[in-house]
């Protein structure tokens, strides 16, 4: 079993920066790609951005230039940095994994339970 914990979000004025951390814990495991993803209200989840396990990278268009994703493989943490936040980027963001669990050899998709971004205008 593996655990997904998100921190760093937040309220911050438009224009702000946060920066957004998932730790991930647990027996036995290998992380394989992570990503972010948001829900704003009333809105479907979409994905902000992935990372593979080498750091290729893939942003959603409309966070292209402002968001950076990173990770830190000997920390099984995964980073967003976020730039130049505006009132549309609020919402939960979730971290999300694909975890190899090195007990059983199986692969599962993990979920954080979400931090919540609010960009003040």
């Known amino acids: 079993q593996v655990q997904l914990v998100e921190s760093g979000g937040g309220l911050v004025q438009a224009g702000g920066s946060l920066r957004l951390s998932c730790a991930a814990s647990?027996?036995?495991?290998?992380?394989?790609?992570m990503g972010w993803y948001r829900q704003a209200p009333g809105k479907q989840r979409e994905l902000v951005a992935t990372?593979?396990?080498?750091?290729?990278?893939n942003y959603a268009d409309s966070v292209k230039g402002r968001f950076t994703i990173s990770r830190d493989n000997t920390k099984n943490t995964v980073y967003l940095q976020m730039n130049s936040l505006q009132p549309e980027d609020t919402a939960v963001y979730y971290c999300n994994a694909q975890v190899l669990l090195l007990t059983t050899f199986t692969v599962g998709d993990y979920w954080g339970q979400g931090t919540q971004v609010t960009v003040s205008s």
């Open positions: 647990g027996r036995r495991f290998q992380l394989n790609a």
């Open positions: 990372i593979t396990s080498g750091g290729s990278t």
